[in-house]
């Protein structure tokens, strides 16, 4: 019989709460024997709080190795990504799958539109230099309503500084963001990036980025890694805390409240490899200091 990642985590935690050899066999159709190897196996090398870190990072939270490994140092654990590699495969873990977003707002050449500064440099040099901007949409079998995320992010250090929730992704949730986002009165130097999304190409749109000094860049039609970091954070959003649990959600409500409670997450301690095993925030406040 072929064990699932998940009866793996179930046998390891039931042994270590002294359930017998015979009582996991019985329950789960496999013999002592290769029970007591596979037991064996992690209990070789690897400390039971560690194994309890991997289980929750990896199973729950669908952290990759390298996440895994920086995480776990931070905690003080003396491990590699190899050392992290190897009880993944023996515990059976892996990272979930982020699924594709498909939802497009592109409604054709209906305004004014940008040319591609950022050209897929991505990555800036200081804050508020590059930032961007997309709408991604959220269904749930509890609701007939859609939720729509408008978030402006920081290519700096990848922080989510301002965001909107609505159940309509119209003009007044992107006004909304843009003046959480760009509290300034004027802005040097400063990109934000999009698709060509029709609120993107709406005068109102242009007219206050022009009045902030902020330049308007857009991603070339059709053509989704152009806003390559906007694209990341929707994946890694939907992947760590709405896909497989959609049905969990009772109301928008619900579902907007675990938007708002991931978003501070991500922010203030989702450790990013790219950021030296720190938060955005963490980044941040680091290098102002």
């Known amino acids: 019989m072929k064990l699932s990642y998940e009866d793996k985590v179930q046998i390891y935690e039931l042994r270590e709460q002294g359930y017998s050899l015979e009582k996991l066999s019985n329950k789960f159709g496999i013999n002592n024997s290769n029970l007591r190897y596979m037991i064996k196996l992690i209990d070789r090398y690897y400390s039971p709080e560690l194994k309890q870190e991997m289980i929750n990072k990896v199973l729950h939270e669908g952290w990759t190795k390298d996440r895994v490994s920086l995480e776990l140092r931070n905690r003080g654990f003396t491990v590699n990504h190899k050392k992290v590699q190897r009880l993944m495969k023996v515990l059976g873990l892996s990272a979930q799958i982020r699924r594709k977003r498909e939802y497009s707002f592109y409604k054709g050449e209906i305004g004014k539109k940008a040319d591609n500064l950022i050209q897929r440099q991505f990555e800036a040099s200081r804050t508020m230099e590059k930032c961007?901007?997309?709408?991604?949409?959220?269904?749930?079998?509890?609701?007939?309503?859609?939720?729509?995320?408008?978030?402006?992010?920081?290519?700096?250090?990848?922080?989510?500084?301002?965001?909107n929730l609505s159940c309509s992704p119209n003009l007044e949730q992107v006004k909304a963001m843009l003046e959480r986002a760009?509290?300034?009165?004027?802005?040097?130097?400063?990109?934000?990036?999009?698709?060509?999304?029709?609120?993107?190409?709406?005068?109102?749109y242009h007219q206050f980025l022009e009045s902030k000094g902020i330049q308007p860049s857009m991603s070339r039609k059709g053509n989704s890694p152009d806003n390559g970091m906007m694209e990341?954070?929707?994946?890694?959003l939907k992947s760590e805390m709405f896909y497989g649990y959609e049905k969990h959600f009772r109301s928008l409500e619900d579902l907007e409240q675990a938007i708002v409670d991931y978003i501070d997450y991500y922010n203030n301690k989702r450790i990013k490899v790219k950021l030296k095993g720190l938060s955005p925030v963490q980044y941040r406040t680091k290098s102002f200091q």
Do not use: M
């Open 132 to 163: 961007y901007t997309d709408v991604t949409e959220f269904a749930i079998p509890n609701s007939t309503q859609k939720l729509y995320l408008s978030p402006v992010l920081d290519g700096f250090n990848s922080e989510i500084i301002a965001y």
């Open 182 to 204: 760009f509290t300034e009165n004027y802005y040097e130097n400063t990109v934000l990036h999009s698709d060509q999304g029709w609120q993107y190409q709406h005068d109102s």
């Open 232 to 236: 990341s954070f929707f994946g890694i």
